[in-house]
């Protein structure tokens, strides 16, 4: 077992430092590809913070939705076949809801600023 | 090679096809990858300065990626259409070998603004933008309305095979995406048939390759993926959502409605728009340039372009990930 702090917190400080003490002073091109890397740390930050609940409720949701036990992957990858080969569509009770929920959490890392994603987090 | 040297060999060129040229200046390179580059600079003249583009592929980058109508077709094209009255610059000189500037065409450049946040926010485009849909679907009508015996050399395109290469890419990732998969069935359960007209389509008609003034559009740039297919791809494409920059109500561009584009592109054209058929090249066009994040993110990882920007493009293809669940499967 690694020691603190953890890596979200460490990540966490470095985006910090940058966006506050590093970005005011420059300008330019530096200043962009600045802002694409502040982007990249927050992303990991949310990826750290996030993605262990994610990740289990999509395994235990592929697990009901498949019948089978397996790692994240192999069902992700068995789900997409069974979806390519049309054993499983839209009209399978729970798949939509299920592409829902991990396109969801994939957006909550990703961009989280995504128009089409805070809008359906709005109450319907 | 050096930018010195790029401007001397734009300077000695200009001199053999621009009466009274007299020198270059303002030389930069804007943007472009390994196998292309744009240029911009300024001719010396004594009627006043010619603003001009360059586009080129260097010597030694000969074949054109799989997708591109290559820059001697993209240079035809746009003369077409700047002859055909579509807004496009006018082509200033086709490279030959004796400029040793590579292949590629020099062109008028034409001012306005290509930054989508830009022109769906600031002020100066206020005016323009309730107008932007509306000619958006008559230039559109011009582009598929150009001659098809003048064009050049191009490659056709159908859903079919346009399905049939993202499946092909889909595959090759070794990642499953399974909201993906389902678009593809979903595209192949709802593939129109042959279109029963064939067009010049633009291949990528949307923003950035938008020109556009307080005026409205001014030119449509970037050509490279013209093609010969089904033109309603053309209106499906600039529909997509990742086109809307944060103004998801306005399907077009983020600046029009879905009617505005098809009144004006039957009124310019006299076709009646087939509303499912864009519908179906939207959802393509959604899915399609998913694949193109995953595919710069590959390119990221085998390098030599190894960029955080391509990094994090892998990133966005979620955005398109919940774009097809909006269209294929919206919650109640």
């Given at each position: 077992?690694q020691?603190?702090?953890?890596?979200?917190?460490?990540?966490?400080?470095?985006?910090?430092?940058?966006?506050?003490?590093?970005?005011?002073?420059?300008?330019?091109?530096?200043?962009?590809?600045?802002?694409?890397?502040?982007?990249?740390?927050?992303?990991?930050t949310?990826?750290?913070?996030?993605?262990g609940?994610?990740?289990?409720?999509?395994?235990?949701?592929?697990?009901?939705?498949?019948?089978?036990?397996?790692?994240?992957?192999?069902l992700?990858?068995?789900?997409?076949?069974?979806?390519?080969?049309?054993?499983?569509?839209?009209?399978?009770?729970?798949?939509?809801?299920h592409?829902?929920?991990?396109?969801?959490?994939?957006?909550?890392?990703?961009?989280?600023?995504?128009?089409?994603?805070?809008?359906?987090?709005?109450?319907? | 090679?050096?930018?010195?040297?790029?401007?001397?060999?734009?300077?000695?060129?200009?001199?053999?096809?621009?009466?009274?040229?007299?020198?270059?200046t303002?030389?930069?390179?804007?943007?472009?990858?390994?196998?292309?580059?744009?240029?911009?600079?300024?001719?010396?003249?004594?009627d006043?300065?010619?603003?001009?583009?360059?586009?080129?592929?260097?010597?030694?980058?000969?074949?054109?990626?799989?997708?591109?109508?290559?820059?001697?077709?993209?240079?035809?094209?746009?003369?077409?259409?700047?002859?055909?009255?579509?807004?496009?610059?006018?082509?200033?000189?086709v490279?030959?070998?004796?400029?040793d500037?590579?292949?590629?065409?020099?062109?008028q450049?034409?001012?306005?603004?290509?930054?989508?946040?830009?022109?769906?926010?600031?002020?100066?485009?206020?005016?323009?933008?309730?107008?932007?849909?509306?000619?958006?679907?008559?230039?559109l009508?011009?582009?598929?309305?150009?001659?098809?015996?003048?064009?050049?050399?191009?490659?056709?395109?159908?859903?079919?095979?346009?399905?049939?290469?993202?499946?092909?890419?889909?595959?090759?990732?070794?990642?499953?995406r399974?909201?993906?998969?389902?678009?593809?069935?979903?595209?192949?359960?709802?593939?129109?048939?042959?279109?029963?007209?064939?067009?010049?389509?633009?291949?990528?008609?949307?923003?950035?390759?938008?020109?556009?003034?307080?005026?409205?559009?001014?030119?449509?740039?970037?050509w490279?993926?013209?093609?010969?297919?089904?033109?309603?791809?053309?209106?499906?494409?600039?529909c997509?959502?990742?086109?809307?920059?944060?103004?998801?109500?306005?399907?077009v561009?983020?600046?029009?409605?879905?009617?505005?584009?098809?009144?004006?592109?039957?009124?310019?054209?006299?076709?009646?728009?087939?509303?499912?058929?864009?519908?179906?090249?939207?959802?393509?066009g959604?899915?399609?340039?998913?694949?193109?994040?995953?595919?710069?993110?590959?390119?990221?990882?085998?390098g030599?372009?190894h960029?955080?920007?391509?990094?994090?493009?892998?990133?966005?293809?979620?955005?398109?990930?919940?774009?097809?669940?909006?269209?294929?499967?919206?919650?109640?």
């Amino acid at each position: 077992m690694q020691d603190e702090p953890r890596p979200d917190e460490l990540v966490k400080a470095v985006s910090d430092f940058l966006r506050n003490d590093i970005a005011p002073q420059i300008s330019g091109h530096a200043a962009f590809k600045l802002r694409v890397a502040i982007n990249a740390l927050d992303l990991v930050t949310r990826q750290l913070t996030l993605a262990g609940d994610s990740d289990a409720a999509e395994l235990h949701g592929l697990t009901m939705l498949l019948g089978v036990h397996g790692t994240l992957d192999g069902l992700n990858q068995d789900l997409a076949d069974r979806i390519a080969r049309g054993d499983i569509d839209l009209a399978t009770p729970g798949v939509k809801e299920h592409l829902w929920q991990t396109t969801l959490a994939k957006l909550a890392v990703d961009q989280p600023n995504y128009g089409s994603y805070k809008r359906e987090l709005e109450p319907k | 090679m050096s930018t010195t040297s790029v401007a001397e060999l734009l300077a000695r060129s200009a001199a053999a096809w621009c009466p009274g040229a007299a020198g270059v200046t303002s030389a930069a390179r804007l943007s472009g990858g390994a196998s292309q580059e744009t240029w911009s600079f300024d001719i010396t003249h004594p009627d006043g300065a010619i603003g001009a583009i360059l586009r080129r592929a260097p010597s030694g980058y000969g074949a054109a990626p799989g997708r591109a109508a290559g820059l001697d077709a993209e240079a035809v094209l746009m003369q077409l259409a700047h002859d055909a009255g579509v807004p496009s610059p006018k082509v200033l000189h086709v490279l030959r070998p004796d400029d040793d500037l590579g292949t590629g065409f020099i062109m008028q450049r034409v001012a306005g603004e290509t930054i989508p946040r830009k022109i769906l926010r600031d002020d100066e485009f206020a005016g323009a933008r309730p107008k932007l849909a509306r000619q958006c679907g008559e230039i559109l009508a011009g582009i598929h309305g150009l001659s098809a015996a003048s064009l050049p050399q191009l490659r056709r395109m159908t859903a079919a095979a346009e399905i049939a290469e993202l499946q092909r890419e889909i595959d090759g990732f070794d990642w499953p995406r399974p909201v993906f998969q389902l678009a593809l069935r979903w595209l192949r359960d709802h593939d129109p048939g042959p279109s029963e007209r064939v067009t010049l389509v633009h291949g990528d008609f949307r923003h950035g390759n938008l020109m556009i003034g307080p005026d409205g559009v001014r030119a449509v740039l970037d050509w490279e993926l013209a093609h010969l297919g089904d033109p309603i791809e053309d209106l499906g494409w600039i529909c997509v959502n990742s086109w809307r920059f944060g103004v998801i109500d306005k399907p077009v561009g983020g600046f029009g409605t879905y009617e505005e584009l098809f009144s004006g592109y039957e009124a310019a054209s006299g076709i009646a728009v087939d509303v499912a058929r864009v519908k179906f090249w939207e959802v393509m066009g959604t899915l399609r340039w998913g694949v193109m994040c995953v595919g710069m993110m590959q390119r990221f990882r085998l390098g030599p372009d190894h960029s955080m920007e391509r990094a994090m493009i892998g990133r966005r293809s979620s955005e398109t990930e919940i774009d097809l669940l909006r269209l294929l499967a919206p919650r109640a």
